[in-house]
């Protein structure tokens, strides 16, 4: 078995978990997409390099924005990057918008999807609420996985 290979991904409070799982396990978890999560456990640890992917609801009325970005920036600071302000959709264009912090520790991308909703986990270009089926989280996410192969 790989053990390089471990990855977490949540949502909301699985979102959390996610983050605080790579805040205490960086050398087992190898990379985390966390979706529309927030610190609410804390981060036991918190300075090993994990590969990181979050997306956030701009509008997202559960766990606001703001705590997504914190997220973000916490494993910006952790994986070496310089911090910037990433781009986010405008309000009502039912989007989303992929930044790749450029100038990452090797192997240790951290990528950030804000998208113009609020706390959904399948939202979908162009229409708004959970789609299921027509949602671009599952594949924004496989291929950030995937790239660790």
Partial sequence: MNTRQRFATGFSFGGAMSSAVACARPTVFRAVAVLSGAQLSGCSGGTGR???????????????????????????????????????????????????????????PVEWIAFDEGHIAAPQDGAPGDSGTRTWVPGEAWRFFTQFQ
């Avoid at 990181?52 to 914190?70: E, K, N, Q, W």
């Avoid at 910006?76 to 100038?103: I, K, W």
């Fill in 50 to 108: 994990v590969a990181y992917l979050g997306v956030h609801g701009t509008r997202d009325g559960v766990l606001p924005i703001a705590s997504g970005r914190s997220l973000r920036d916490r494993f910006v600071q952790d994986n070496a990057y310089a911090a910037q302000s990433p781009r986010e959709p405008a309000t009502g264009s039912l989007t989303h918008v992929r930044t790749a912090y450029p100038g990452c520790a090797a192997g240790y």
